[in-house]
């Protein structure tokens, strides 16, 4: 069985059957929205089954990591028969020391979807009535106090021991009723904790937002275009068929339709060539689309992952024995590589972005006032926009540093690197409201610009339903005053823009 969303009666939350096989990173943003509620697939529960049951078997019988031993730096001590039953909680307890802010509740909702998807994937050794629990959790609204800190990129154990103090009673459940509480033991505690689902949460919503605002900048491009007369020329298909980057082919693709401009442009009737915010739109944005499919690719992998350390294998018909192996799959190079580069691409767009901005203000390209001034005699019109959009930019710039050069040496030298995706996830997020307000600025001068030069690109066009949205919410004073609340709403209606679907390039939806 396959992951998948069902709509159900009008009032109630979609389904999502979680698989441990296909869950989607849209189906991870679903869950954490409250926007679906979430079912444990049948055969996937009986993985879960098979699994717990080989996990005790070999844990009684041998020693398995963190099950009859101690973890970490203490993985050689053994831990006594009569001490089991009190060797989860203790680890739990131990574990469970996260600091920092609390994170919302999306974020740890993204968490536990991850988590119990993954679960499901029956590598784990975890007793069933915790995927129960978790995915009873999620319909009820209710989340674990979980904190910013205590991840390094292998493994989130701070904020997932947090999870399981709260499953078994000892952490508080907030924004609804507690499931019923755990009773977990040796064999119960390590199997929660070895995952990264929190990173995994977290960089899901980010990409999911992300990727929308990327689609929203192109339109928001098409209106500062239109404002300045820009050129087709730099989108014509030949062009990108003698160069086919996949996401560059697409952009140009994209910002034809968007546009309403033929797959071969005529020559431009006024400049030779636009500026590079213009002309450079396919070869900036598509490595973001390029990066953005390359991350995805990696959480679809990572989401649907039985990586747990050590991974349990139940018996099967052709091998019986059931196995424990002890290995290195929580190690999360892959994602941070895939987040810190997504970001990086970011920065391109924006400074692009900021780039249109500044030919928005020059008279030579708009053929009004400089900053899109007034009348009055030295208007500053959308001069500090500029300023402004700047400064946003340098938080993302700082934001988009790698986290993946980071290096540490813990628990006495025996994990002696480390990922630090999970720092690379928490900037991706945090990059979202610097990006969008970058953005936000060069939306409000291309309004500004098309209002002065009463265009109004037609409704029958995505840029006409793009300007038409912006327009509604936009002042329309040109006297000098403070801009703030037009690049707050403006950056707002970004996730309004209508959005190309991923499978039918041809139809737009809002």
Same mark, same amino acid.
């Given at each position: ?5 069902t ?8 389904v999502?059957?979680?698989d ?14 409250g ?14 089954e ?12 041998g ?25 989860g ?15 919302p *509740? /999306? ?6 979807a +991850?988590? =119990? ?5 029956? $590598? !784990?050794?975890? @007793? &069933?009535?915790?995927v129960?629990?978790?995915?009873e959790?999620?319909e ?16 989130d ?6 999870l ?22 040796n ?24 990727s ?29 068929? *003698? /160069? ?5 082919y697409a +952009?140009? =693709? ?5 546009? $309403? !401009?033929?797959? @071969? &442009? ?18 900036i944005?598509?490595?973001?689309r ?9 959480l ?16 099967t018909?052709?091998d ?15 994602l941070?590589?895939?987040l ?30 400089p ?26 710039? !700082?934001?988009?540093? &790698? ?10 030298g025996?994990e ?5 995706a ?39 066009l ?10 509604a ?7 000098d ?9 403006a ?20």
């Amino acid at each position: 069985m396959s992951s998948h969303l069902t709509d159900t009666s009008a009032g109630t939350a979609a389904v999502v059957v979680l698989d441990g096989q296909s869950l989607p990173v849209a189906d991870v943003v679903r869950l954490a929205e409250g926007a679906a509620r979430p079912v444990p697939g049948s055969a996937a529960m009986k993985r879960v089954e098979r699994s717990w049951h080989a996990a005790r078997e070999l844990a009684a019988s041998g020693r398995v990591y963190g099950r009859s031993t101690g973890v970490g730096a203490n993985r050689t001590e053994s831990v006594p028969t009569g001490a089991a039953a009190d060797h989860g909680l203790r680890l739990l307890r131990s574990h469970a020391g996260a600091i920092g802010e609390q994170l919302p *509740a /999306r974020e740890v909702r993204a968490m536990l979807a +991850v988590r =119990a998807n993954q679960l499901l994937a029956g $590598g !784990a050794g975890l @007793r &069933p009535t915790v995927v129960t629990a978790l995915c009873e959790a999620m319909e009820s609204g209710a989340y674990p106090l979980v904190n910013e800190f205590g991840s390094v990129g292998t493994g989130d154990i701070a904020a997932l021991a947090q999870l399981g103090l709260a499953l078994v009673g000892e952490h508080p459940w907030q924004g609804g009723p507690a499931p019923q509480a755990q009773p977990l033991d040796n064999n119960d505690a390590l199997a929660l904790i070895s995952s990264n689902a929190l990173t995994l949460g977290q960089s899901a919503l980010a990409l999911a937002e992300l990727s929308k605002l990327v689609a929203a900048t192109e339109l928001v491009a098409a209106l500062s275009l239109l404002a300045v007369d820009g050129s087709y020329e730099a989108y014509a298909e030949p062009v990108h068929a *003698a /160069r086919p980057h996949p996401g560059s082919y697409a +952009v140009a =693709a994209d910002m034809r339709r968007i546009l $309403g !401009a033929p797959d @071969r &442009p005529g020559p431009p009737l006024g400049r030779i060539q636009d500026p590079y915010g213009f002309r450079c739109v396919p070869q900036i944005h598509g490595p973001a689309r390029d990066a953005a499919d390359a991350l995805e690719d990696v959480l679809a992998v990572e989401i649907n992952a039985a990586a747990e350390n050590p991974l349990i294998m139940a018996g099967t018909e052709r091998d019986p024995i059931p196995a424990a192996y002890h290995h290195g799959g929580f190690y999360l190079a892959q994602l941070a590589l895939a987040l810190d580069h997504f970001r990086l691409s970011l920065v391109q767009i924006a400074r692009l972005s900021t780039s249109r901005l500044s030919a928005l203000n020059e008279p030579a390209f708009t053929r009004l006032r400089p900053f899109l001034a007034d009348p009055e005699p030295a208007g500053s019109g959308v001069m500090i926009l500029e300023y402004a959009a700047g400064a946003a930019l340098g938080d993302l710039r !700082a934001y988009s540093a &790698p986290a993946s050069l980071g290096h540490a040496v813990l628990s006495r030298g025996v994990e002696e690197q480390a990922s630090f995706a999970s720092l690379a996830a928490r900037q991706t997020l945090r990059a979202t409201h610097a990006y969008r307000l970058v953005v936000g600025c060069e939306l409000v001068a291309a309004v500004r610009a098309l209002r002065m030069r009463d265009l109004r690109p037609a409704e029958s066009l995505p840029v006409g339903r793009a300007f038409a949205l912006a327009e509604a919410v936009l002042d329309d004073t040109l006297a000098d005053r403070p801009l703030t609340d037009d690049v707050t709403r403006a950056a707002a209606l970004l996730d309004q823009f209508p959005q190309l679907t991923t499978d039918e390039k041809t139809r737009w939806i809002a």
